[in-house]
């Protein structure tokens, strides 16, 4: 069975900034959940959650080891800190952003000590 949360609920994020490029690393505070993770948020997913804040390249890295996905994504902060008028346009809000996802995971139900559901 499968139940939707929010991404900070299964997930942490660091970001950072260099000029109009983000960079957003989502890491799994489980690895059980790393492979829904991998599943539902691609860069398909991203572009069209945030169609008018994304304009450029999205790249996706894979740190299974780590549990972790890293999002390089080009053209996503209005210019940059020193172009865009917006008061908040450093790469770390898209931490946030992305935190406030909702992602589907699979429910863990409690089983008796011979492996039969509760």
Known sequence: MTRRV????VAH???GDKGNRSNVA???YEQRHY???KAQLTPERLRGEFPQLLRGRIQRFELEQLGALNF???EALEGGVNE???L???GKSWSFLLLGLEVEIE???PTTASGQRR
Do not use: P, W
């Open 13 to 15: 994020a660091r970001a």
């Open 88 to 90: 908040d346009s450093h």
């Open 26 to 28: 989502v890491y799994a």
């Open 84 to 86: 865009s008028l917006n």
């Open 72 to 74: 390089v994504m080009d």
């Open 107 to 109: 429910d863990q139900v």
């Open 6 to 9: 929010f991404l900070r609920e």
């Open 35 to 37: 492979g829904a993770l």
